[in-house]
């Protein structure tokens, strides 16, 4: 993100300071010279700082042993505010959220990714600058942007590399075309299912260290959490595991042109297929939901199978990671027990002990509100950096 | 690592200022000054400090607009000592390095990891004691020990969990008995796989921030680089990739007690079992490397579908991963192009194009070196790390 933000030679150290705050508790001066051993008087003028961004607040009075009892400050997460963005294929999601990821305003709306990234952006900012006003808030207030697109992207330019489904948008400024309808405000940009797991990480398992989330949609594909962090591989594609190879799927072809690969077996798209083939009447995942919550057995049996399917590459996966929970999202997730239950089957059976001694496979907590969960955050991680924040009181002194 | 070294409230901020000299490079004060954003004055007293340390020395002096020229600081790697340990089911290398990973001394015996780690340890710890004064230096100067053991390892507490090939080793306290034995010197363990991808970046691959060390040998194994450092996932199991199931093995019993394992299929140990069947004369990997630089054709045929089934393994590995260089070590990578042929056959035939238009995939360039060179690395990272210095630095002042 060293892109992003100009790293000043001289930096004050109060964004160092910050992140010291960043958990919302409140502390005196006295705490934070002891925790960060700076001279108090070095504190006191990074606290000043800090307040005069509006970034922490006096909190309160700590309790006192005698003398007048010192004040505690905290972080204040309603200083700015960030927008959340998360597109899909045919339909987006937006928020503005307060530097705590709290949703402020919210909306949803069809659209068409293969417009292409000049007509979706435009919109994109347009219905962004109205939640920020529907939030009470004005675009000064708005730091930093966050966006998930349906493809990969390089991370360190926010640019779309040749995504299958919105081949328009091959090498996109998404950036500069957002930031510049939006007041100059950074903009981060990522693919969608790293940003769902970054969101489920963040919202649900905050203290997991080692997770693995899957989205099992109209495509599979997943996002990594290691140590803490989302972790994005060298060129961004990392969880992408829709391609994998599937034991005993040699004859099913695949739109990415290989056979037997994961998505042709497992996705939404798949299993609406192979019901369509039985007679049913399903168009995608959804309707697949639909079919196993109305008891159909031939939906149930077939979900649970990709589930299965599921749970060989999965096994690998989790060999590969060791993480200490695996979380399945996406529409087909929605069906129940009968994707777990066949994803547990062959995790268990096929994972050394060590591995799964420890492990949990659930299904997302977050939800359809786990994309702008993880968008918020990118945004929100980006201006709360330690650089960042010193560039922020520095553009404020200058 | 925050249970080895006791984090003391008040820091000194010195360990911090060190970790910009760890480059090597002569810095002046003012330049280091300009670098943090501190003041002369803390600049002065924090650089007074590790050179009373010894951790940094006067390295002449810059060139100067007019006055008397600056003095430059720099790190001095040969200030302590650290002792690397690879060991293996029936081998022992041992090496004092400085705190530049260089080799002062070292050393390389048969062992039995079956006579357990009292015994084995008492051994390291005597022959550890021999090349420190081999080196010409003395206990005091050994600050830290990096262990590989052949077996899954809990990082945090450096106790081996369930280690197949050296059971009398569950649990036990391998930092106590060492650190015991070498004048209570920090000792931090890992998995020797984990540490080979730990040597093989360091050494060979310093810039590369995603790849995947994977060792051939008598079993299978990976560790992984990801973001520029090692991920051990949630029991310090990940990277064990010798179980994952191959298609088409489905009938080769493994070790493990499962069926169709990678190791099963493409180890050392299994390849010379398939070449004994096959009448050849075969004991081990090193055997079956042996018989194809001979030329034996069988042999050379063998290992190369070997290389095949690690391709299909690995091809899942690098969509899940995104690494830019996956790196084969162990015995069986020394067959040479073989091996790698089969690899990269499969890889980049079941790969996703985003996903391999960088990927390189080469053999190991450290060699048997990797072991230690990463053990060195994991113990010079220790206690070259902030608040390792300035626990370091607090204790010359107590």
Redesign the interface.
């Known amino acids: 993100m060293q892109d992003v933000v100009k790293l000043t030679?001289?930096?004050?150290?109060a964004g160092e300071l910050f992140q010291l705050l960043r958990d919302g508790r409140p502390r005196t001066r006295a705490d934070l010279a002891?925790?960060t051993?700076q001279a108090r008087s070095t504190i006191t003028a990074r606290v000043d700082q800090l307040m005069s961004a509006g970034l922490i607040a006096p909190a309160g009075e700590a309790s006192s042993t005698g003398g007048r009892p010192p004040t505690t400050f905290a972080f204040q997460p309603s200083a700015r505010v960030v927008l959340a963005v998360d597109l899909g294929a045919t339909h987006a999601r937006l928020a503005v959220t307060d530097l705590a990821s709290v949703v402020l305003a919210e909306g949803e709306a069809p659209i068409a990714i293969a417009d292409g990234p000049d007509a979706v952006l435009r919109w994109v900012a347009e219905h962004g600058r109205k939640l920020v006003a529907e939030a009470g808030r004005s675009l000064g207030d708005l730091v930093s942007v966050g966006v998930g697109l349906p493809g990969?992207v390089e991370h360190a330019t926010g640019r779309p590399?040749?995504p299958p489904i919105m081949p328009t948008w091959d090498d996109a400024d998404v950036r500069g075309l957002l930031s510049a309808e939006l007041g100059g405000a950074d903009v981060l940009v990522d693919n969608d299912v790293n940003l769902m797991a970054l969101g489920e990480h963040r919202s649900a398992f905050p203290d997991v260290?080692?997770m693995l989330f899957v989205k099992v949609a109209t495509g599979i594909g997943?996002g990594?959490i290691?140590?803490g962090?989302l972790?994005?591989?060298?060129?961004?594609?990392?969880?992408?595991?829709g391609?994998?190879?599937v034991?005993?799927a040699e004859d099913v072809p695949c739109r990415?042109g290989?056979l037997g690969c994961l998505e042709a077996v497992a996705s939404g798209r798949a299993l609406a297929e192979e019901l369509r083939r039985e007679g049913l009447d399903a168009a995608d995942g959804a309707d697949v939901v639909a079919l196993v919550r109305a008891g159909d057995l031939a939906a149930g049996r077939a979900v649970r199978q990709a589930g299965r399917e599921l749970g060989?590459?999965l096994?690998?996966?989790v060999?590969?990671?060791?993480?200490?929970l695996v979380v399945i999202g996406g529409v087909v997730a929605e069906a129940g027990e009968h994707l777990i239950a066949g994803i547990r089957e062959v995790v268990y059976a096929?994972?050394?002990?060590?591995?799964t001694?420890?492990l949990r496979i659930v299904t997302s907590q977050a939800r359809s509100e786990v994309g702008i969960l993880g968008a918020s955050a990118m945004a929100v991680d980006h201006v709360l950096s330690p650089v960042a924040i010193d560039a922020l009181l520095e553009a404020r002194i200058a």
Do not use: K
């Not at 060999?319 to 200490?324: E, F, K, Q």
């Open positions: 030679p001289r930096h004050s150290g002891a925790a051993g990969p590399i040749n260290d080692d997943s990594i290691s140590d962090r972790r994005r591989g060298a060129q961004g594609a990392a969880g992408d595991i391609h994998i190879a034991p005993g990415c290989n060989g590459v096994a690998a996966c060999s590969l990671l060791n993480p200490s096929r994972s050394l002990p060590l591995a001694q420890h």
